[in-house]
């Protein structure tokens, strides 16, 4: 993708979700963002405000075990819900941190953990991308995301930070929204669609090459039967199909001499 249709998704991306995170309706009405949220139950109670604005698409928490102590990297946190979710499993002595590129769901983050102060010591919301985290190399147990990469333009980019963060050992759980086939970057144009997490999205095989191609090992990747499907065709008459997926994947403990 060129740089500046890379610069259309950014601030079509920011618009959109500028104004999730400041209306009082912060429901994801028919956004493909959304699809699958219902699958997410961990039994963790969270702030009512940041359950209010909930955009995942499944559960990444769901696929790991973090434990006292640990340090939990959300990318795209949103409102902080699964931020805060992490926070209750990783205890006083870890840590959960959020990064988003949207300034007001930043804002609107911070205010929960303030208002929320006495139970959340251990949260941080910090503003950057995801494709630069504002994060030391090797400093994190667990990254997860929920329906976020998908909306990024340089998803190598992406994986390339992700393994930079993580310790050795350390793993990546997603939930995002994925596609039956690639979808040609000619189809990619419609900025409201890539917004919604439809135009960006790719398939569970492009998902497993990018993985592996920034040195993960174990992927592991499940469509998740429940979730809504959906034929799109408005781009470029180019149909295909959106599913919730689940991804995980580890760094290893040292990377493999090719
Ligand atoms: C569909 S919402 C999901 C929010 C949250 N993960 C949840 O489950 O409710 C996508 C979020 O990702 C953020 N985002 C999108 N692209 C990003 C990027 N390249 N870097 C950082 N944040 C990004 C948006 O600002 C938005 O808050």
């Not at 990546?172 to 040609?184: G, R, S």
Request: hydrophobic share 35%; proline share 4%.
């Amino acid at each position: 993708m060129d740089q500046n249709s890379e610069l259309d998704v950014r601030k079509a991306v920011r618009e959109r979700y500028a104004k999730l995170a400041t209306s009082v309706d912060s429901s994801c009405g028919d956004d493909g963002c959304c699809g699958g949220s219902q699958l997410i139950s961990i039994g963790e109670s969270i702030p009512a405000e940041a359950a209010s604005i909930n955009a995942g698409c499944g559960s990444p928490l769901l696929l790991i075990s973090p434990k006292e102590g640990d340090t939990v990297l959300d990318l795209g946190s949103g409102g902080g819900i699964d931020v805060f979710r992490a926070s209750q499993l990783v205890g006083e002595s870890g840590r959960a941190i959020g990064v988003d590129a949207t300034p007001e769901m930043i804002s609107r983050a911070r205010e929960t953990a303030e208002k929320h102060g006495e139970k959340y010591q251990n949260v941080e919301f910090r503003l950057g991308e995801i494709e630069n985290l504002p994060v030391q190399s090797d400093s994190i147990d667990y990254v997860i995301s929920n329906c976020v990469i998908n909306l990024s333009p340089n998803k190598r980019r992406v994986f390339e930070e992700v393994f930079r963060v993580l310790k050795p050992n350390g793993i990546l759980a997603v939930a995002d929204i994925t596609v039956d086939k690639e979808i040609p970057d000619s189809a990619r144009t419609n900025m409201d669609s890539w917004s919604a997490c439809i135009a960006g999205a790719i398939s569970t095989a492009q998902y497993r090459d990018l993985l592996t191609s920034a040195g993960f090992s174990d992927v592991e990747l499940e469509t998740l039967q429940d979730s809504s499907v959906r034929e799109n065709s408005d781009s470029h008459k180019y149909a295909f199909k959106t599913f919730s997926s689940h991804i995980k994947a580890r760094k290893p403990l040292s990377r493999p001499v090719l």
